[in-house]
């Protein structure tokens, strides 16, 4: 079946430093890979996300990469702020089409 | 304010109710879904709907019933069948089912004591 990997599920940083969230999925049909950011007691936002046919996008500070050969994706965030503190879930469509989310990984920044 | 929301933020229920979980759009999306999240095991999928009328089971539908009877209603019913169901449910919507965003609702922390 479906299934998404996440790692790290805790991540700590100094703030000006960059942070990388890893995902690997098992679905070669997989055609869309959003990132949500999570901040505490608040729901889930997308901030980014990438499709098959492009390989990295960039927005600002926040970069997504897909490797498709190796099914995997990740999230880069550069010169990271107190504000990126978070959880930040990793997602994948698959061949059904329905959203499967990673675990999820808690980005902490200390400034 | 446009957007998809969710009530009660929390609610308390005993032990053998069955309890319903509102989810309204006004976003004119066609796709709705329920997820749960609990701690260290991320969004898991209830159940949702590509259009009004249908729905299918996600991968943890066990004891959750879900209707679509209306475009923008998508509420979800916890019945007393749910082994577990101490949690955080959030419902998301978007414009088709599959390859496009999902916008989240503020989600309902339910305690059933």
């Known amino acids: 079946g479906e299934n998404v990997e996440q790692h790290p599920s805790t991540l700590s940083v100094q703030e000006g430093d960059s942070a990388v969230i890893k995902c690997t999925y098992s679905d070669s049909a997989s055609n869309y890979f959003p990132w949500y950011k999570q901040e505490l007691g608040k729901r889930p936002q997308l901030i980014i996300d990438i499709r098959s046919n492009v390989g990295e996008k960039k927005d600002q500070r926040i970069a997504v990469t897909l490797n498709k050969t190796a099914k995997h994706f990740s999230l880069h965030i550069t010169e990271t702020q107190p504000e990126d503190s978070a959880v930040y879930f990793c997602?994948?469509?698959?061949?059904?089409?329905?959203?499967?989310f990673g675990t999820g990984t808690l980005l902490a920044v200390q400034p | 304010d446009g957007g998809i929301t969710q009530s009660p933020k929390y609610l308390f229920r005993k032990e053998g109710q069955n309890v319903t979980l509102s989810c309204e759009q006004n976003l004119n999306h066609d796709a709705m879904y329920w997820y749960r999240q609990d701690p260290g095991q991320g969004l898991r999928l209830i159940y949702y709907?590509?259009?009004?009328?249908?729905?299918q089971k996600g991968d943890i539908a066990e004891g959750y019933s879900v209707s679509r009877e209306k475009k923008e209603s998508f509420p979800l019913t916890v019945t007393s069948a749910q082994k577990n169901p101490t949690a955080f449910y959030l419902c998301?919507?978007?414009?088709?089912?599959?390859?496009?965003?999902?916008?989240f609702g503020q989600g309902t922390r339910l305690t059933v004591v």
């Open positions: 997602a994948e469509d698959g061949a059904t089409n329905k959203l499967i």
């Open positions: 998301a919507s978007s414009p088709t089912f599959g390859g496009t965003e999902a916008f």
């Open positions: 709907s590509q259009i009004v009328n249908d729905f």
